[in-house]
């Protein structure tokens, strides 16, 4: 006992005042570092409850709520020896008698933390009270903003700067017209350049806030249409209901002036580079501290400087605080901005490189230093994709590449993007926490198999969270490089691959999704991402109608409906046309009911006609019209057998070798209908001129003297492939059972909506694996992927053959089911005399009462 | 402020369909008074059953929210959008990916067989 009241009264008193981000950190630092074993810690919050994010501040509108904001569990300031005084206001600091004074009393310190933050600027407008005058930082004051936009139609914030463009969003979260008024001619003048203002402008407007620049408000008096009306130079003016200022904000800095602490020349109080003020006993960090003449209005070097006075006090060695990295990445109103370093080329000799793309309206900068060999800065507008590469060039001062404007191009040509690899172990992945790639590598190392985990372990991405992406690649990176399997999970249902998925379907003749789910997988319903792949995995295996009740929920939406969803929400319809081989009489059909039902109409690269424009209640219709004249569904809808597509072979041609089209009606009968990981296109030429492109297929066919040549893994699409010659002069039986072979094979161990090619170069063993599993049978699968391919096709029926039977099934196309009316809203205008979808820009030259009647 | 209170106390239940019109785990669209709203039907939900969402998208512009896939993500029933893949809540309506993107949704039930929806009038 004794002892212990003697080192209880060795314990000095630690006084932290203000309970922000910035406090809370610095509280936290020196806890973890020890702090309670020489001080009594007392922390002051002039705000009643304790440090939040107000990072995400406005997330406050969108469903979080005041607790799942806060920093953290209530549970830190319940640490022995911590006081956390909750809604108490620091009045004034007895410097003589280091004591600060509080309504309730004095309490005496030997050290005392500012961490007072920063409050709004609201400059001295006329008028400005009330609704028009509020603020947008703390909880209160969105309290305050909700207050007044429960009546409001019409919102404006003044100030176009990183936080007026939140609170415009906090605004547009409430349900209100949002406008901004920014002072300067461009918005964000302190991060971006003018092509990354105006980009930014170009976005925002599209989502429907008002942009006013170079406009400063003279006065604020009464409306006419909206509460107040806000009056600007030259008789100009902008009526709204509320108005939020965020012009700025100002170092909180009224208690250090009043104990007559040395304040910096833009206010704050001055510190050196312990974050140590003018009095030896009293330190302050973040917004209201004044280093080399400058403030730190963001949350990272905030973070710094608690960590450093933090060290500082528990006797450990502190990295001086040298300014800070004011680099950001963020994402405004859904629009990427990004600024590093010297965005504005303000460095002597600095050059730049521009990238401008004014269709939508991305704008990217790149500022490198006079000998060219290294970045000092970037902006980025529309597209942070660029940011973390950009940023670890700035802070590791890699060397930069032969063609510097590779760095901000779009990406088509293979750019150099860094790799997690390329990554020295000292660079900085989480500014806010200086995290290094290092200090990743030893938690991995010291057995962290967990990105959640890894983020608690070494606080990394729990700052301002602008280093997600890059962590979870050098996460990835540096397990996989350990040898550690990484999550290939599915989804969050099932923490399986697909392949492992198929094999437990195949296996145990699981027929539905709710059974795969209560055997294998966690929680109910499933999600877009599995659903899909499950469905795609079931009709592989058992081939039943797709429509069928329990099948229904997990078609993705072109499978449920059995067109192609086009972008107007109308659809398109594509009967088979095997091999492309048409008569007149089937021609004349599909031309009746394109004119019948005023569809759109065009030839496909698949030898086939799309019919585009009709609504959901019309496929019904339109369909029994295609089946009655002997039409069935061509599958375009699916992740399945697409088309087979032919030239006309030895029957006409007088250079043909094999009647190709026979062929492509025989594959094609054969495969209609087979569902896969991806679609699937097959082609048969009937000589070596190749007129079908059948090695642009994933199954291509090309005859020879003696029989047919065998072609798989081809693609065309964003990324073609060649496909490769994989056996030769097959008669028809064998080729169709190396075909069946290889499309079971594949199905059974692709990956979801992994193509044929991509399939084939992920193979480990490549071609001659695949050779020998298929064409020598190497793993004994051949009868089974045979046998399995036989099922699918036996159980083949037309699908909307099937729908059409079943009312039903056709319960659901309907647009409204208890309307008979379309849908209002879908327009379309005439072009090369056929119609199409309206687009938005036209949409205003349609009469309004057109709609409603 | 007196106008919104009205609304509240005038709140009605409106027949908009008959249960056989829904499909189960899944989407249909009724029209009401000009709003077009999406039913989704989830029999075997622990809660709730029955939700009523907007059926506009507004990335899109289109009215295809109906047609969505209804799926479960971290305990929550969302729909995903049909062209653009967006996930909104079922509950209330929120984007998941676009924090200030929200769409409307009604209260609904089943009762002796008919659908209904509260209105305001």
């Keep these: ?853 | 402020m007196s106008q919104s209170n009205t609304q509240r106390t005038l709140a009605t239940w409106k027949n908009v369909c008959n249960e056989g019109d829904l499909v189960r785990n899944s989407g249909v669209v009724v029209w009401l008074d000009g709003a077009q709203v999406a039913l989704f039907y989830l029999p075997d939900a622990e809660a709730q059953t029955l939700y009523a969402i907007d059926n506009h998208d507004p990335e899109s512009g289109a009215n295809v929210i109906g047609r969505g896939l209804v799926g479960n993500i971290k305990g929550e029933l969302v729909v995903a959008a049909p062209i653009y893949k967006q996930h909104y809540r079922l509950q209330d309506g929120q984007c998941l990916e676009t924090p200030h993107q929200r769409l409307r949704v009604w209260p609904a039930r089943l009762k002796g067989g008919v659908v209904e929806v509260q209105v305001s009038c």
């Design chain 1, 1 to 853: 006992m004794n002892a212990n009241n003697a080192s209880l009264n060795q314990l000095q008193t630690l006084i932290v005042v203000g309970n922000g981000m910035v406090g809370h950190h610095c509280v936290e630092q020196l806890i973890e570092r020890g702090a309670l074993d020489h001080y009594q810690l007392h922390v002051f919050s002039e705000e009643p409850m304790r440090a939040y994010d107000r990072v995400h501040l406005s997330e406050y509108f969108t469903g979080r709520d005041a607790e799942s904001l806060a920093l953290s569990d209530a549970a830190l300031y319940q640490t022995p020896g911590v006081t956390l005084h909750l809604g108490v206001q620091v009045l004034d600091i007895d410097r003589t008698q280091r004591q600060v004074v509080t309504a309730q009393g004095r309490v005496t310190y030997d050290k005392l933390v500012l961490a007072t933050g920063s409050y709004p600027f609201v400059p001295p407008i006329e008028g400005a009270e009330g609704d028009s005058r509020l603020v947008y930082r703390t909880l209160q004051d969105l309290d305050a903003i909700r207050a007044a936009a429960a009546n409001a139609r019409r919102g404006v914030v003044v100030g176009g700067g990183l936080l007026g463009l939140e609170a415009a969003n906090a605004l547009k979260s409430l349900g209100l017209e949002a406008h901004v008024v920014e002072f300067a001619p461009r918005l964000m003048p302190v991060q971006l350049d003018d092509f990354g203002g105006l980009a930014l402008k170009a976005q925002i407007e599209r989502l429907g806030v008002g942009v006013h620049l170079s406009r400063a408000t003279q006065s604020i008096s009464a409306g006419e249409q909206y509460r107040y009306r806000m009056n600007f130079a030259n008789d100009e003016f902008l009526e709204t209901d509320l108005i939020v200022f965020s012009a700025g904000i100002r170092a909180q800095d009224a208690l250090a002036r009043q104990a007559g602490l040395e304040i910096g020349p833009r206010g704050g109080v001055a510190i050196n580079d312990e974050c140590r003020s003018c009095d030896p006993h009293i330190y302050a960090i973040g917004e209201c501290a004044s280093w080399n003449g400058s403030l730190f209005g963001l949350v990272a070097p905030g973070y710094q400087m608690a960590r450093g006075v933090a060290a500082l006090l528990c006797g450990q060695g502190a990295e001086p605080f040298v300014g800070a990295d004011m680099s950001t990445k963020l994402k405004l109103l859904g629009v990427d901005v990004g600024s590093i370093g010297d965005a504005h080329a303000h460095t002597p000799g600095a050059r730049s490189y521009q990238f401008i793309d004014e269709a939508t309206a991305s704008y990217r900068r790149l500022v490198v230093d006079a000998a060219g060999k290294q970045v000092i800065g970037a902006v980025l507008v529309g597209d942070n994709s660029y940011y973390d590469t950009l940023l670890q060039y700035l802070q590791n001062g890699i060397a930069l590449p032969a063609e510097p404007a590779s760095l901000i191009l779009p990406s088509s040509a293979g750019a150099p993007t860094l790799g997690p690899g390329a990554l020295p172990e000292s660079a900085t992945v989480c500014s806010c926490h200086n995290v290094t790639k290092g200090a990743i590598c030893a938690a991995i190392d010291g057995g962290c198999g967990d990105l959640g985990v890894l983020k608690a372990q070494t606080k990394a991405c729990t700052g301002c969270g602008g280093c997600a992406g890059l962590l979870k690649q050098v996460f990835e990176h540096e397990l996989v490089a350990r040898g550690v399997s990484v999550d290939k999970s599915l989804c969050e249902h099932f923490a399986y691959t697909r392949q492992e998925l198929y094999a437990l379907v195949r296996v145990e003749g699981v027929i539905t999704f709710d059974e795969l789910l209560a055997k294998h997988g966690r929680g109910h319903t499933g999600c877009d991402v599995c659903k899909p792949a499950v469905g795609s995995i079931l009709a592989s295996c058992w081939n039943q109608p797709i429509l069928d009740p329990s099948l229904v929920p997990l078609q993705d939406t072109n499978d449920t409906f059995m067109a192609n969803m086009q972008k107007n929400g109308t659809y398109s319809v594509v009967p088979r046309i095997p091999g492309g081989e048409i008569t007149a009489e089937k021609l004349i059909v599909i031309g009746e009911v394109a004119k019948k039902y005023n569809l759109y109409t065009k030839i496909t690269g698949g030898q086939r006609i799309d019919l585009f424009g009709a609504q959901l209640h019309e496929l019904p219709d339109i369909w029994g019209e295609l089946i009655a004249a002997g039409f069935e569904t061509g599958h375009a809808y699916g992740k399945s057998t697409r088309t087979v597509k032919s030239c006309v072979g030895s029957t006409w041609c007088r250079y043909g070798v094999q009647d190709s089209v026979k062929m492509a009606l025989l594959i094609e009968d054969r495969y209609k209908g087979l569902r896969s990981p991806h679609k699937l296109k097959f082609a048969v030429s009937g000589c070596t001129r190749e007129c079908a492109e059948a090695q642009s297929k994933d199954v291509g066919v090309i005859a020879t003297e003696k029989g047919w040549n065998l072609y798989i893994a081809g693609n065309g699409g964003m990324r073609p492939r060649h496909a490769e010659l994989f056996a030769t002069d097959l008669d028809d039986a064998t080729l169709i059972r190396y075909i069946d072979r290889f499309l079971m094979f594949y199905i059974r161990t692709a990956d979801k909506l992994q193509r044929t090619s991509v399939w084939r170069e992920s193979l480990e063993g490549g071609l001659d694996f695949l050779k020998d599993v298929i064409l020598h049978d190497s793993l004994g699968l051949g009868a089974e992927l045979e046998a399995q391919m036989q099922l699918v096709v036996d159980r083949y029926e037309c699908e909307w053959a099937n729908a059409l039977k079943d009312p039903e099934k056709l319960k659901r196309f309907r647009t409204f089911v208890n309307d008979k009316r379309p849908d209002p809203d879908i327009h379309f205008v005439q072009e090369r005399g056929q119609r199409r979808p309206i687009m938005a820009a036209e949409l205003n030259l349609i009469a309004v009462t057109e709609e409603l009647a």
